[in-house]
């Protein structure tokens, strides 16, 4: 078992900038590929962010590339989400997860939510115009 409890949720202005972690425990972390993940009010889940087991590699969704950048710090089992520039249509409940799984994969697959084995609860993010 995987136990995710994400922070840094909150109110901010449009073009401002929020830092979301994710503290992972209870298995190895470096195990794990990392994803972020929205909802937004009467809309589905969508993938915003993912990282692999090591680092090395990080994929974004279209609608935040080149604004937000996820990252991991394997020795304080915790992964984060840098959101700059935000904009309204940011507002979501931010959902990370974990994936059991270190081999190579492609952009797609982590796209996805069924790889990812583990949720955490969420954190609101609130951008206001």
Known sequence: QVQLVESGGGLVQAGGSLRLSCAASGRTFSNYAMGWFR????????????????????????????????????AKNTVYLQMNSLKPEDTAVYYCAADADTNYRSSYYYTREGPYDYWGQGTQVTVSS
């Open 39 to 74: 909802q937004a009010p009467g809309k589905e889940r969508e993938f915003v962010a993912a990282i692999n087991w090591s680092g090395g590699r990080t994929y974004y969704a279209d609608s935040v590339k080149g604004r937000f950048t996820i990252s991991r710090d394997n």
